[in-house]
């Protein structure tokens, strides 16, 4: 299974393949107990929502209709989904989330930012 995960802002999104995925497996990468932030395409994002009070670094930055939004903190982890379940991220569906993404810089600090 072909997903994207961000664990370091400074090498940006790399693409991972997994063996067998599961919630487990989301859990272990993102740390702790995901949650999934939905965009267009059938991409989900996956993040720690408590990575922010457990002192880890900003990594991406959420916009909404171009403007600063909210904050992702920990690592993140990009999947598809067919409405029910979550699968691989296809081809398109990774092109489409890179084409997506920016590098904005917030006080003084570069990060990859995303619309949704």
Do not use: C
């Amino acid at each position: 299974m072909s997903i994207l995960y961000l664990s370091d802002k400074e090498k940006g999104f790399e693409e991972k393949s997994l063996n067998s995925f599961d919630i487990e497996s989301i859990q272990g990468l993102v740390n702790g107990s995901p949650e999934a932030l939905y965009l267009p395409d059938n991409i989900v994002i996956w993040k720690n929502p408590r990575a922010a009070v457990l002192n880890q670094e900003k990594t991406l930055v959420l916009k909404h209709e171009g403007e600063l939004n909210d904050y992702i903190y920990g690592e993140v982890v990009v999947t598809g989904t067919d409405g029910t379940k979550t699968i691989a991220l296809s081809e398109d569906q990774k092109q489409e989330f890179r084409n997506k993404l920016e590098e904005v810089e917030v006080e003084g600090e570069k990060l990859p930012a995303v619309d949704y």
